[in-house]
C-alpha cells in the first residue's frame, strides 16, 4: 500500500474509496442492522467519590464492568474547557500539510511517537486498511516524554501534558471503584498491575467516508491493556460495542468520557469483569476525532486471576502470565480478529 494514503486522509480535499480499503463483504459494518444506544450502556455519575458513603456509586460500577465492561463517566473531574482544548489543537495536527506530519508516520510500534494505520488480514492474505489515521504516544510520567512531542501545533506539549495530568487523576479513581466493586482493597488493581505500568495514548482521525458500508474506521477488536478512558469529540457518533451478539452504538454525550475495560482486567478479575468487543465505524458527512488513554502492565508484570477472587466455586479461568507473553501472542495474530486472552485459558 502506497505509504501516503494515512496521511493524505486527513487534508486530502478529493476522498475515494480505493480497493486497499473495501473490506470482504462478511467484515463489513452492516450499518443497517446496528442498533441505537440504550440502557445496557450505563452513565454513572462520579459526582458521589468524595462522599464519606461512595457504596451506591461502587455498586454501579461494579454492575457496568459485569454486565458490558464499557460505560460512560459524567461529573469526572477532568475540566471541560481542558477537553476542548485538546480538541482544537488535535484537529490542528491532524490538519497539519502532509510533509510535517510524515515525519512521524511508521509501522514500528517500538517508536515512541507515531502516526500509524490499520490494517485488516483476510484469509487471502490480502491486506485491508482501515479508514483512519492514528496518532499515538505515551501520557506518563509526564516529565519524561514531552520534549518527544510535537512542537506545532505550538501549544500541543502544553495542552496535552494538562490533560494528561487529570486523566491519571480519573484512572485512579475509576482503579480504586472496580477494586471495591470485586470486594476487595480499593488499592488491589494498582498493587497488582504493579509500579512502572505503560502510559500510552491514540488519538485517531476518520475522515468522512464515500461509503460506509464497504470499510470500518477500526475493526472489531478487545482493548489489549487493562483499562481505556475514551474520548469523542465535537458530537460525531462511530463507537460501536458488541452485547448479546448485537452491535449498539454509543453516542457522545456531551462532557461524559466512556470508559472501556481491557483484557488484562477480565483475566484479573477471573472473567467476572467483561472487556467488551467494539469498533469504530464511519459516515459520509462529518470527520470524527477521538482519544484513547490506555493504562497497560509493563512486560514483566504477571498477569493471573487475583487469588482472593478464587475458590472451589470458582476456579481459575485462565492461568498467569507475563504481560509479554501475552503481546507476543497478539502480535502472532496480526490483522486477524484477535482472540488473545482465549489463548491462555485454563
Known amino acids: 500500500m502506497d505509504a501516503k494514503k494515512p496521511f493524505q486522509l486527513a487534508n486530502n480535499t478529493h476522498l475515494c474509496l480505493s480497493q486497499d480499503f473495501i473490506l470482504p463483504k462478511e467484515k463489513r459494518p452492516c450499518l443497517s442492522h446496528v442498533s441505537p444506544m440504550h440502557s445496557s450502556i450505563s452513565i454513572i455519575d462520579l459526582k458521589p467519590y468524595n462522599d464519606e458513603c461512595k457504596n451506591g456509586l ?47 508516520f511508521t509501522q514500528d510500534h517500538s517508536k515512541l511517537v507515531k502516526i500509524f494505520n490499520y490494517y485488516f488480514k483476510g484469509d487471502d492474505q490480502r491486506k485491508v486498511s482501515m479508514w483512519s489515521e492514528t496518532f499515538s504516544h505515551p501520557w506518563h510520567p509526564i516529565e519524561d516524554f514531552t520534549h518527544h512531542l510535537p512542537n506545532n501545533p505550538p501549544q500541543y506539549r502544553e495542552v496535552f501534558s494538562a490533560y494528561a495530568k487529570e486523566i491519571g487523576t480519573l484512572m485512579n479513581k475509576v482503579l480504586r471503584l472496580m477494586s471495591k466493586g470485586l470486594g476487595l482493597e480499593e488499592d488491589t488493581l494498582v498493587k497488582r498491575l504493579e509500579e512502572r505500568p505503560n502510559f500510552y ?29 475514551l474520548q469523542q469529540f465535537d458530537g460525531v457518533s462511530g463507537l460501536q460495542v458488541k452485547y448479546d451478539g448485537k452491535w449498539i452504538q454509543v453516542d457522545p454525550i456531551p462532557g461524559a468520557l466512556v470508559i472501556i475495560l481491557a483484557d488484562q482486567m477480565q483475566v484479573l478479575s477471573n472473567g467476572i469483569y467483561k472487556s467488551p468487543i467494539h469498533r469504530a465505524v464511519t459516515n459520509k458527512l462529518l470527520p470524527r476525532l477521538s482519544l484513547a488513554m490506555f493504562y497497560a502492565p ?6 493471573g486471576p487475583i487469588e482472593n477472587l478464587i475458590n472451589e466455586e470458582y476456579p481459575p479461568i485462565y492461568r498467569s502470565y507475563k504481560y509479554k507473553e501475552y503481546m507476543e501472542e497478539f502480535y502472532r495474530q496480526v490483522g486477524k480478529r484477535r482472540k488473545v486472552k482465549e489463548a491462555f485459558q485454563i
Not at 208 to 228: F, K, Q, R, S, V
Not at 298 to 303: Q, R, S
Open 298 to 303: 509493563n512486560d514483566e508484570t504477571l498477569i
Open 58 to 104: 461502587v455498586e454501579d460500577i461494579s454492575k457496568a464492568c459485569k454486565h458490558l465492561g464499557m460505560f460512560q463517566v459524567i461529573n469526572h473531574g477532568v475540566p471541560y474547557d481542558i477537553c476542548q482544548t485538546l480538541m482544537v489543537t488535535l484537529q490542528e495536527f491532524f490538519d497539519l500539510p502532509y510533509e510535517e506530519r510524515a515525519l512521524f
Open 201 to 229: 495514548s491514540q488519538a485517531n482521525y476518520y475522515p468522512p467516508c464515500p461509503e460506509p458500508e464497504l470499510t470500518m474506521g477500526l475493526n472489531e477488536h478487545n482493548d489489549i491493556t487493562a483499562l481505556t478512558i
